[in-house]
């Protein structure tokens, strides 16, 4: 059985119910359901951070679930991203979406098995290939961030930092981000 080849064209014209959040990658359609309080309210705390930081700094932005089509057959919306102004510079494009990587991606994992793996292996191999520096896998249940750097050509594994660390990287200097205060309020 054939399956579709899909595009962002084909993508656009799906019905937005509101429901459902879509993405492409290489050309197949992922599927997945709008996140929950606490997917949501992770994202919002990591983007505060962020975004503080940035203002502080003025090297850059945080956005929630910007979309970055990379061609037509390749189309994400990353939970948290941050680009610094040069990159926002080429990235954002007159459709108000982003055409380029910034150079933070974070994906928060969802429940289901199918969201874990494409996080994990897909995005991880995908965001590689599109010159992110930086990939941090959020696991609220378990309260801890993977962070992915950019070693070569490749995204590698940098530190997991749980729930008593401090997130600090290279990427961000200066941030120092208490990863209690990231899942504060998480309901158990």
Known sequence: MKTQYWTVDDMERLPDDEGSRYEIID???????????????????????????????QAGMANLAPGVIYKNDTAVAP?????????????????????????????????????????RNIKLDLYSRYDVVEYWIVNWRARTIEVYRRKNDELTSYKTFHENDILETPLFPGLQCPMRQIFTSILD
């Not at 709008?34 to 502080?56: E, I, K, T, Y």
């Open 27 to 57: 050309g197949e359609l992922y599927v997945s359901t709008q996140p929950d309080w606490q997917h949501q309210f992770v994202s919002g705390q990591l983007f505060a951070f962020l975004q503080m930081w940035s203002n502080q700094t």
């Open 79 to 119: 939970d948290v991203v941050w680009i610094s102004r040069e990159r926002l510079k080429t990235a954002l494009q007159a459709n108000g979406k982003l055409n380029a990587s910034p150079e933070l991606m974070v994906e928060i994992l969802s429940p289901s098995a199918e969201n874990t793996r494409r996080d």
